[in-house]
């Protein structure tokens, strides 16, 4: 038995453009990843440029506070700014974390809501 030599190609056209929707949607979905990686990098680079220049400038004052209390405070406001910036990181992750999960999720079948029957006697709280 003998087949034509042109059944091979086609069986490689059809099996490619099976696949082509999944690989434009990973390389769509990559893009998006790299998007989001780059604006979460670039907002935590420029809390760490503030942090740099806030611990600077905190450095200046103390060592010319007058009294150890000025140095306290100066030191209190250099530390209440950089918790500050640590919650803004905790929060940039958790919006990326978010985005993530809404695109991730926005990929997976739907679950059914539960259906009870006519004669269902159960209360819900």
Do not use: C
Not at 1 to 24: C, D, E, Q, W
Not at 84 to 97: M, N, P, S, T, Y
Not at 104 to 119: M, N, T, V
Request: net charge negative; hydrophobic share 40%.
């Amino acid at each position: 038995m003998s087949y034509p030599v042109t059944l091979f190609p086609n069986l490689l056209t059809s099996s490619a453009k099976s696949y082509a929707p999944a690989g434009i949607t990973f390389w769509e979905n990559e893009e998006t990843i790299l998007a989001n990686m780059k604006e979460f990098a670039e907002g935590w680079f420029e809390r760490r440029r503030v942090g740099t220049h806030a611990a600077l400038e905190t450095a200046k004052r103390i060592s010319q506070a007058a009294t150890p209390l000025d140095a306290l405070r100066e030191y209190q406001d250099w530390f209440s700014g950089a918790m500050a910036r640590v919650l803004e990181d905790g929060l940039a992750f958790q919006q990326q974390f978010a985005k993530a999960n809404a695109r991730i999720a926005s990929h997976l079948p739907q679950p059914e809501p539960p259906s009870f029957g006519a004669g269902d006697d159960r209360l819900s709280a």
